[in-house]
């Protein structure tokens, strides 16, 4: 590893897009304001993934008013949005980032100075805050998560974690920034369960590649806010890709995520054998629940909107995300009894 850097490294930013024609500009806008503010020149990289709505006319318009590439595909999903714009990457660092992410002003001046100083801290995820307000089915997927990551979201400063403590943090590729030579190692040793890549987990199975090599640090310095789905069909539908990702994340995996996949598989045979048994009486047990659960997560560091959306949606994202985990597994095992 090269010590003693005193100038910032070249940058490329690859976003894959599709269908965000409302989001796509303020994303690159909030982009571009953040590089400025750094002082930090980036190549952008954009991937149109096969988008159907305006999109494109986004990108045309945004392509006269930056120095950013375009490159446009039939659709394929994330992970081969971003691999075919790493292909295209030629900064020394890439940061990953989604449409639906904006960036915070002093963001990338953080982490410019932070790879500078200190050239030992070289990956980083971002510090997400959710734009849950007015949103209940973006406050409840940020409450949820409250309580798999309280160690972090209890006391948010500089930190870092390594393989043991995967599951105990914040992590996701949607902001997220490393070396390009570290990320393209972990796109070409990428291995899915699946057959069909669009379902796979395109953010977990990266970053466990990359924490084996190299611990990767947090800090509310780096940070963004996430504009969730809107509306209940998304909702749903989400909840279903989450469910088969989970399992294509962590069926394999030790650890405190698949004693959790386990237990929820468990719970979700027990509970269709009592909903036809005992129907009123497993609806009641479960309106508890949820209110427990919402309990829970207030204690976790969740807002009251978001601690009301978790004890009001969970059943319904439960049946979604257990169907989804069912679908995981049956795909999981028609791949291996192909191989």
Not at 33 to 42: F, K, Q
Not at 174 to 180: I, L, M
Not at 186 to 210: H, Q
Request: charged share 20%; glycine share 10%.
């Amino acid at each position: 590893m090269v010590t003693g850097v005193t100038t910032a490294p070249t940058l490329s930013v690859v976003i894959p897009v599709y269908n965000e024609e409302n989001w796509i500009s303020r994303c690159i806008d909030a982009l571009m304001e953040s590089l400025a503010r750094g002082r930090w020149a980036a190549q952008v990289v954009v991937v149109d993934d096969g988008s159907t709505d305006a999109t494109g006319a986004r990108l045309a318009e945004l392509t006269d008013r930056y120095d950013i590439t375009v490159v446009s595909q039939v659709n394929a999903g994330r992970f081969e949005a971003r691999k075919a714009g790493l292909a295209k990457a030629t900064g020394e660092f890439v940061l990953l980032l989604d449409s639906r992410v904006i960036v915070e002003p002093g963001a990338l001046g953080f982490l410019r100075e932070q790879v500078t100083e200190h050239p030992e801290r070289r990956v980083w995820n971002g510090h997400i805050e959710v734009a849950s307000q007015g949103n209940p089915y973006a406050g409840f997927l940020a409450g949820l998560v409250k309580v798999p990551w309280r160690r972090y979201f209890a006391d948010p400063k500089l930190t870092s974690f390594g393989p043991d403590e995967f599951d105990l943090y914040p992590k996701g590729t949607g902001f997220f920034a490393a070396p390009r030579d570290l990320l393209a190692g972990s796109v070409e040793a990428f291995d899915s369960l699946y057959d069909d890549v669009t379902l796979a987990s395109d953010d977990t199975k990266v970053l466990r590649w990359i924490i084996e090599r190299e611990r990767i640090h947090l800090a509310p310095g780096f940070a963004a806010v996430y504009n969730g789905r809107d509306t209940l069909r998304k909702f749903v539908a989400q909840s279903y890709y989450r469910g088969t990702t989970y399992v294509d994340s962590y069926l394999t995996s030790a650890g405190p995520a698949r004693t959790a996949l386990f237990g929820a598989l468990g719970v979700g045979a027990v509970t269709a054998v009592m909903l036809v048994k005992h129907p009123v009486k497993t609806v009641a047990v479960g309106a508890v629940g949820s209110a427990a659960a919402g309990a829970v997560v207030r204690r976790c560091g969740a807002t009251p909107g978001e601690a009301r959306a978790v004890g009001t949606l969970l059943p319904l994202f439960a049946g979604g995300f257990g169907l989804g985990v069912l679908r995981g597994l049956v795909l999981a095992l028609r791949a291996k009894l192909r191989k």
